[in-house]
DNA sequence: TAGTTAAGACTACAATTGTAATCATTATTT
DNA sequence: AAATAATGATTACAATTGTAGTCTTAACTA
């Protein structure tokens, strides 16, 4: 899959939530959350265009572009990644990081619990 | 804390063997695992000490490095980082990812299960 | 129809990054 | 003492990134 810088992968989430999508309406979307510019955010599509994250249709003047890739597909690369270059692939010391800084509620912890319970069953 | 590019980390992660470690003893544990040029390494030395990621004490002709923050730190609050930007600062989006993804083994599950055992014991 | 907009294309430009080579200086070896 | 080697400092240089500005062209407006 394509490398995406972090800025770009903001903008990404915009045309994920709704695709195929206008400029227009992806810099919309964007500053709901906080002030894009314009140009930038046109840059930042045609980059992205450029390096095959996502493809454009042409109607009259303007584009609407569509993602390459879906979300869950990227994070979970990137998720692997960070567990592959900080915790030699585990997940465990990853969740331990959390379990222990009291950043968990309850309902985490069931959320967790489901998980593995529904792990257990599809598994031994 | 500082930025760190994923190549400065590994560097790091050779400092963080054992320090303070000498330019050389960092080149030979970092050559343990692939080949590094000399000039690459210094570099990004010299860098990271700029950006105060690391420390120095010199000792005759050469340095001596020492990380300025511990590794558990950085991976964590790059987890956090990580969490944060892809799924909404929650854990079990993540984790559910891997649950899935048919990635984890017997001893996997039974480390989270004992995770959570604990903060079950710390808390409610 | 002439002027103004709006789309995307192209250009800009500094900071960061990966990857070294060269320079200056101090040890060490003949 | 002179040559050589080893250290870190400085310089190099292209690619990527963040952040826009300018240019070209088509479309809408007065």
Do not use: C
């Not at 690369?77 to 950043?103: C, I, T």
């Amino acid at each position: 899959m394509t490398e995406i810088s972090k800025t770009e992968f903001e903008v990404l989430e915009a045309i994920w939530q709704g695709h195929p999508a206008s400029a227009q309406q992806i810099i919309e979307r964007l500053n709901d959350t906080k002030p894009w510019h314009e140009k930038t955010v046109k840059t930042l599509l045609n980059r992205m265009v450029k390096k095959d994250a996502i493809s454009f249709e042409k109607v009259q003047r303007s584009y609407f572009y569509s993602p390459l890739f879906a979300r869950d597909e990227y994070t979970f690369k990137e998720s692997k990644s960070l567990l592959e270059r900080m915790f030699s692939g585990r997940l465990s010391p990853l969740v331990s990081h959390f379990v222990k800084s009291d950043e968990l509620t309850k309902d985490d912890i069931n959320e967790l619990k489901d998980l593995i319970n529904q792990w257990e069953k599809d598994n031994g």
